[in-house]
């Protein structure tokens, strides 16, 4: 087998202790499952489960759509993993911040002024709008925080 010059890329996975964190993509099999198994696998049937147990809305989905979701997660999870060079990112720091917010976000969706869509804004009660502006705002500061630390 020749080996290759100077200019022939040599594709191969990516080792994470070699990436750098400024690469544009990078990719290894073995990271890849972990974040899948962390981000979409555990989190999607646990979020049903305990959806479930505290009733708090579901929309009832045929096996097929289901299958759909999963689908799209991991067309999705795939794009963000590798563009979002978790090959070096992702550690036990994502996982643990991931499941709380998950959850936290579920419950603040499950306030009863917070059911409302984005197309409805005429039809929204104040809570709604309070919940709103300040994810805006809290937003805005953290954006502009993290721009002054750059």
Same mark, same amino acid.
């Not at 999870?77 to 978790?86: A, D, M, P, Q």
């Not at 419950?107 to 804004?121: Q, V």
């Given at each position: 087998?020749?080996?290759?010059?100077?200019?022939?890329?040599?594709?191969?996975?990516?080792?994470?202790?070699? /990436?750098?964190?400024?690469?544009?993509?990078? &990719?290894?099999?073995?990271?890849?499952?972990?974040?899948?198994?962390?981000?979409?696998? /555990?989190?999607?049937?646990?979020?049903?489960?305990?959806?479930?147990?505290?009733?708090?809305?579901?929309?009832?989905?045929?096996?097929?759509?289901?299958?759909?979701?999963?689908?799209?997660? &991991?067309?999705?999870?795939?794009?963000?993993?590798?563009?979002?060079?978790?090959?070096?990112?992702?550690?036990?720091?994502?996982?643990?911040?991931?499941?709380?917010?998950?959850?936290?976000?579920?419950?603040?969706?499950?306030?009863?002024?917070?059911?409302?869509?984005?197309?409805?804004?005429?039809?929204?009660?104040?809570?709604?709008?309070? /919940? &709103?502006?300040?994810?805006?705002?809290?937003?805005?500061?953290?954006?502009?925080?993290?721009?002054?630390?750059?």
């Amino acid at each position: 087998m020749p080996v290759p010059g100077a200019y022939e890329p040599v594709l191969e996975f990516s080792d994470p202790a070699l /990436v750098r964190e400024s690469a544009l993509f990078s &990719f290894n099999p073995l990271v890849y499952l972990y974040f899948m198994i962390s981000f979409l696998i /555990v989190p999607y049937p646990l979020y049903w489960c305990v959806a479930r147990k505290y009733k708090w809305e579901l929309a009832d989905k045929s096996l097929a759509r289901h299958w759909s979701d999963m689908i799209l997660g &991991f067309s999705y999870g795939t794009i963000l993993f590798v563009f979002g060079n978790y090959t070096h990112a992702f550690s036990w720091v994502t996982v643990v911040a991931f499941y709380p917010s998950l959850f936290g976000y579920a419950l603040i969706a499950e306030l009863p002024f917070t059911k409302y869509s984005l197309p409805n804004m005429k039809q929204w009660p104040m809570g709604m709008w309070a /919940v &709103f502006i300040t994810a805006i705002v809290r937003t805005t500061r953290i954006g502009s925080a993290s721009a002054s630390i750059a």
